[in-house]
């Protein structure tokens, strides 16, 4: 049954094509019109990656799984939509006292020294926050001040709490390679949440077949193994990378049965489905939250070309 899951949805998601509404705007009207598309696929649980009002590969990838599991058209629905694409939130004292890290070194020995890997900046907290390029807050906020109490405009996303939900029941996780996809059915087959990702390379390709989640991490260290990484420098030697949204993995680590590989969140979401990784299968961190808060123990994974 699996496997007969595994193939249609691979043939259905195979025939993505970079989508008209979801290519770079040439106007005003445009670029409006792809970020409202951007955030109703987002808040369905059909992630375009990072929102940037720009469109691209990603956002064609997710309209075309939204519209083909849901049987409607993106324009239907972005004329029928009560929710407005953007909203107004006013910065938290918690966005604005929490702690940052504004320099974090390339080099994993010199991450290894650090306490803690936070965000570099109240901008980055904030981007990521409401799933969005920082780039896309600076343009929808010609003055942008991000002290507590200040107002800006973000995307009108659903924020992903660190600790919510519970494992579900008869899900399976699926990835490909060939598209940079990631998507969860349920019992019955059908997709519920899709997003980009970026699996393996040509030195670590994505280990094809079939694993379970043996467990979910909130929060990671990451115990780094340059034995593991073929471009590691000589002189490394195994460490401890402390927690935090820079973390090498991000805000989450879902462990899989096959050893030394898992899905995870990055500090680099820009890059998500548009670079390669050393194997291990990567989302944006709001991504790996969400499928954190749905997997657990026992969960199927399945990885396919």
């Known amino acids: 049954m699996v496997r007969v899951l595994v193939c249609s949805m691979v043939a259905l998601l195979s ?65 029928a939509s009560q929710e407005p694409p953007t909203i107004t939130y006013t910065i938290t004292a918690d966005d604005a006292s929490a702690p940052l890290t504004p320099s974090i070194p390339r080099d994993m020995m010199a991450k290894a020294r650090l306490k803690r890997l936070n965000y570099t900046s109240r901008l980055e907290l904030l981007a990521e926050k409401f799933h969005a390029s920082p780039a896309l807050l600076r343009r929808l906020n010609r003055r942008l001040q991000l002290t507590a109490g200040h107002r800006i405009v973000v995307p009108n996303v659903k924020v992903v709490s660190a600790s919510e939900g519970k494992p579900l029941p008869d899900i399976v996780v699926h990835v490909s390679r060939s598209l940079s996809t990631l998507w969860v059915t349920d019992g019955a087959g059908k997709a519920f949440m899709h997003a980009p990702v970026t699996s393996g390379s040509e030195h670590d390709p994505l280990p094809i077949g079939m694993w379970t989640v043996t467990a979910v991490s909130r929060n990671p260290a990451f115990n780094y193994n340059p034995d ?40 680099e979401p820009s890059t998500i489905g548009r670079s390669e990784s050393h194997g291990c299968v990567r989302l944006t961190n709001w991504d790996a939250l969400r499928l954190a808060a749905i997997v657990g123990k026992d969960t199927q994974v399945v990885f396919v070309e």
């Open 15 to 79: 025939t993505v094509a970079v989508a008209q509404h979801a290519a770079a705007p040439t106007s005003q009207a445009g670029a409006s019109d792809v970020l409202a598309a951007q955030v109703l696929v987002d808040r369905a649980g059909f992630s375009p990656g990072e929102i940037d009002g720009r469109g691209g590969s990603n956002t064609a990838k997710a309209i075309d799984a939204y519209e083909r599991t849901t049987g409607s058209r993106i324009g239907d629905l972005l004329a």
């Open 228 to 267: 593991l990484f073929w471009d590691a420098e000589p002189s490394h030697s195994k460490a401890k990378i402390a927690p935090g949204p820079n973390n090498p993995v991000g805000l989450v680590w879902i462990d899989i049965s096959k050893p030394h590989y898992g899905i995870h969140g990055t500090p």
